[in-house]
């Protein structure tokens, strides 16, 4: 393997790539234009895109118009805007193959989401943002509604903290310093609570946030490697903070995420030879439970580590490259 792709497989993430010179600033260019869609039915014109992404209005309009040539986008003359084009559809259903490890996940999420009133996501990493490919929730849902292909804030969210925590120091250093100088404001948020969400990691197996994307809504996360993605994806939980404070997180809500994580982990590591395998099989979800309030730890370690000791091995934290 050469040189730059042993950079790639890093965590799948170029955050250590900044500065090299192998960065190809036009593909880069049009991957920023295509994220500003936030949605199949997203419709914007050169100059929205020109203000959403920072570039020059004579740089968006020509690679819109690459991009419509390629089927990415699609023009509308009438409106005179763009919008998602078939080709970038086809593209985004040949990654999200494979039905039934969906359904699985999704009805992992469900449990959980049945026995607490918020959205349980399934998120990945799209740059300085979380994008979420699954979520659930209850009827009694309340305050967090984010849905598939909702973007998300890394640097405000508890699915942010989780994932920027999972990455090997020096991987989530270059990362934060990217931030600093393409979203200088989200930095700002981040970069202070790096350390202590890398703490409550390593020694609780996940990170909460209260009150950070929203007063109302307290967030806990846990990151979990994914072979197919070759990168920590992240399962999160949204409560409304009037009815779970932090204490609360950690003694309810904590136990069944962490469960979900090594179920998730077991999941996709039965799929790790081929992604979309049909032939894995449908395993309940072993729910974990405390003993007058505290966690119930296995061989001193903590739970996060003890889900990643068995034979095959649920991956959710990984040592040295950001993989144990």
């Known amino acids: 393997m050469g040189r730059r792709s042993e950079r790639l497989s890093r965590q799948g993430a170029l955050a250590g790539d900044a500065g090299e010179g192998d960065v190809i600033q036009v593909v880069s260019r049009a991957f920023d234009v295509l994220r500003c869609f936030e949605g199949h039915e997203a419709r914007l014109g050169n100059l929205e ?36 084009g078939p080709s970038a559809v086809a593209m985004s259903a040949s990654m999200m193959k494979g039905a039934q490890l969906r359904s699985m996940i999704r009805q992992r999420l469900q449990e959980v989401a049945e026995q607490l009133p ?18 659930a929730r209850s009827a009694s849902a309340l305050g967090l509604h984010e849905g598939t292909g909702s973007r998300i804030s890394m640097a ?28 200088p404001e989200a930095a700002k948020i981040l970069k202070p ?13 996940y990170v909460v946030a209260c009150g950070l994307w929203s007063p109302h809504i307290n967030g806990l996360a846990v990151p979990i490697w994914s072979p197919q993605y070759q990168t920590f994806v992240v ?12 204490q609360r997180l950690h003694d309810e809500v904590a136990p069944l995420m962490l469960a979900l994580g090594r179920s998730l982990g077991s999941l996709m590591e039965g799929a790790e ?19 007058n309030n505290k966690p119930i730890n296995s061989e001193g370690v ?23």
């Open 49 to 84: 895109i020109s203000n959403r992404c920072g570039l020059p209005r004579s740089t968006v309009s020509r690679l819109t118009h690459t991009l419509t040539r390629m089927g990415q986008l699609v023009y509308l003359p009438r409106d005179q805007k763009y919008r998602i």
């Open 273 to 291: 030879g081929d992604a979309f395998n049909n032939r894995i099989s449908r395993k309940p979800v072993a729910m974990a439970v405390r003993n």
């Open 156 to 183: 405000s969210t508890a699915a942010g903290a989780a994932y920027t925590a999972a990455l090997a120091p020096e991987v989530g250093d270059a990362f934060v310093a990217d931030m600093e100088r393409e979203a």
């Open 235 to 246: 399962i999160t939980i949204g409560l409304l903070s009037a009815m779970y404070d932090e």
């Open 193 to 205: 609570r790096i350390e202590a969400n890398r703490q409550s990691l390593r020694g609780r197996g």
């Open 302 to 324: 903590n739970e996060l580590e003890a889900g990643t000791r068995r034979a095959r091995p649920a991956r959710i934290l990984r040592a040295g490259d950001g993989r144990r």
């Open 118 to 135: 918020g959205t349980v996501g399934f998120v990945v990493p799209d740059r300085f943002h979380l994008v979420y490919l699954l979520f």
